[in-house]
């Protein structure tokens, strides 16, 4: 697998259980002008999936507030994407999903996406697309690993951040705190401040 990040995202059209429970296809090219989050995940009714797709849904409207579309995607078919929403979430379903679920049914997405494990099914993949359609960040994770809640958004806002600051976000970084100008003076400058603050305990 190669990295996509700084790449044009691949555009696709399809099929889609939406977050009203009717279908529509999707169009990635309909979402320019917003930023995507695109999860790819194996399986529909499958056990660790349900946990990972409804923790995002329990905290979308922190990604709407950030003007993100969060979208999953499998390569399930939309009535299964459906049946699974139908299903309570005491039972392993996923109830009522705040964004959509894309039927990849052939496989094209996640092929395009090169997150394709072994032709069957995606593997836990995670696209943070920009503004322009532009790749900005992606993780790529074996089937048995989730993905992270908090990490998405923190990459959200890091990337929010450069764009209207023209600073670059520090490793941990969270929103509010401190970053750095490009360059290497100021590089240097910050790093030698971040040292010192953590060797006092300031950080």
Same mark, same amino acid.
């Given at each position: 697998?190669?990295?996509?990040?700084?790449?044009?995202?691949?555009?696709?059209? !399809?099929?889609?259980?939406?977050?009203?429970?009717?279908?529509?296809?999707?169009?990635?090219?309909?979402?320019?002008? +917003?930023?995507?989050?695109?999860?790819?995940?194996?399986?529909?009714?499958?056990?660790?999936?349900?946990?990972?797709?409804?923790?995002?849904?329990?905290?979308?409207?922190?990604?709407?507030?950030?003007?993100?579309?969060?979208?999953?995607?499998?390569?399930?078919?939309?009535?299964?994407?459906?049946?699974? %929403?139908?299903?309570?979430?005491?039972?392993?379903?996923?109830?009522?999903?705040?964004?959509?679920?894309?039927?990849?049914?052939?496989?094209?997405?996640? %092929?395009?996406? /090169?997150?394709?494990?072994?032709?069957?099914?995606?593997?836990?993949?995670?696209?943070?697309?920009?503004?322009?359609?532009?790749?900005?960040?992606?993780?790529?994770?074996?089937?048995?690993? !989730?993905?992270?809640?908090?990490?998405?958004?923190?990459?959200?806002?890091?990337?929010?951040?450069?764009?209207?600051?023209?600073?670059?976000?520090?490793?941990?970084?969270?929103?509010?705190?401190?970053?750095?100008?490009?360059?290497?003076?100021?590089? +240097? +400058?910050?790093?030698?401040? /971040?040292?010192?603050? +953590?060797?006092?305990?300031?950080?």
């Amino acid at each position: 697998m190669s990295a996509l990040v700084g790449n044009s995202a691949p555009i696709f059209k !399809a099929d889609a259980v939406m977050a009203d429970g009717s279908f529509r296809q999707i169009n990635l090219e309909d979402y320019r002008g +917003k930023y995507v989050l695109l999860l790819f995940y194996p399986l529909d009714f499958t056990f660790l999936s349900p946990a990972e797709l409804v923790a995002f849904s329990d905290r979308n409207d922190e990604f709407v507030a950030l003007s993100v579309q969060v979208l999953g995607a499998s390569v399930d078919s939309k009535f299964s994407h459906q049946a699974w %929403r139908n299903m309570p979430r005491q039972d392993g379903g996923l109830g009522e999903l705040a964004f959509p679920l894309i039927a990849d049914l052939n496989k094209s997405i996640a %092929r395009g996406y /090169e997150v394709l494990y072994d032709e069957s099914v995606a593997q836990r993949a995670l696209f943070l697309i920009d503004r322009q359609g532009i790749i900005r960040h992606q993780v790529v994770n074996d089937l048995p690993l !989730a993905r992270s809640v908090d990490e998405a958004l923190r990459m959200v806002q890091a990337l929010q951040h450069f764009e209207e600051n023209g600073e670059l976000c520090p490793d941990d970084w969270p929103e509010g705190c401190r970053a750095v100008k490009s360059g290497v003076a100021e590089s +240097k +400058k910050f790093e030698t401040a /971040e040292y010192a603050a +953590k060797l006092l305990g300031i950080l």
